[in-house]
């Protein structure tokens, strides 16, 4: 069975700071994996993705993640975080193992602060 | 502009009453997913859908029933035999379900509420 896991429930930075959201994931089979954010009241914003190739991916709004294979981790990434930055974010994995199936971490609420 | 769109915003359902929520996509996209989102707890699939006149129960479709009788158009019914429908539901699309390194597409959710 595959599933994520995003061991902090909230992350709090300060505005100008870099972040981190952590994400670890186990699958089998080579997996696909995403980054969604969230704000209140409101549907999943795609972020960014890993497909394939170099393990450090960008996405939108500044956002970048590195794969870690050995780690099996893909952390979510900002070098300067905006106040604006602050929502709920989640991370999902599918893999060709599983019908195409994607799993979702419980989410992350990140608090920018000023 | 393309996307997803639910209907309604926020929808109050009574003991025993089906309620229906509705979602269209103008993507074009083949797959059509139904998530159900609790405090705490991430997404959970309820119904998914890959092409017209199919669909899958996920996770958790015990109480919900869909139909996919147009590409664009995937609506879910709470039934009565849902017991705790209180949550926020998600309709979600992606190219294809066979297209696994795309990302899915969301729309704006329905917020259910049992008075």
């Known amino acids: 069975a595959q599933s994520v896991a995003q061991p902090e429930d909230q992350v709090n930075v300060a505005e100008g700071n870099p972040l981190t959201v952590k994400c670890t994931y186990s699958?089998?089979?080579?997996?696909?994996l995403f980054w969604y954010v969230q704000y209140p009241n409101r549907g999943l914003q795609f972020l960014l993705k890993y497909i394939t190739g170099d393990n450090l991916v960008k996405g939108s709004y500044g956002f970048e993640a590195e794969f870690n294979k050995s780690q099996t981790s893909f952390h979510l990434k900002k070098p300067s975080a905006l106040v604006s930055d602050s929502a709920l974010y989640f991370c999902a994995v599918r893999a060709n193992t599983n019908a195409g199936k994607s799993t979702f971490g419980d989410g992350t609420t990140l608090t920018v602060k000023p | 502009d393309g996307g997803i769109t639910q209907s309604p915003k926020y929808l109050f359902r009574k003991e025993g009453q089906n309620v229906t929520l509705s979602c269209e996509q103008n993507?074009?996209?083949?797959?059509m997913y139904w998530y159900r989102q609790d405090p705490g707890q991430g997404l959970r699939l309820i119904y998914y859908?890959?092409?017209?006149?199919?669909?899958q129960k996920g996770d958790i479709a015990e109480g919900y029933s869909v139909s996919r009788e147009k590409k664009e158009s995937f609506p879910l019914t709470v039934t009565s035999a849902q017991k705790n429908p209180t949550a926020f539901y998600l309709c979600?699309?992606?190219?294809?379900?066979?297209?696994?390194?795309?990302?899915?597409?969301f729309g704006q959710g329905t917020r259910l509420t049992v008075v």
């Open positions: 699958v089998s089979g080579n997996p696909y």
């Open positions: 979600a699309s992606s190219i294809s379900r066979a297209a696994m390194n795309t990302e899915a597409f």
């Open positions: 859908s890959q092409i017209v006149n199919d669909f």
């Open positions: 993507l074009n996209h083949d797959a």
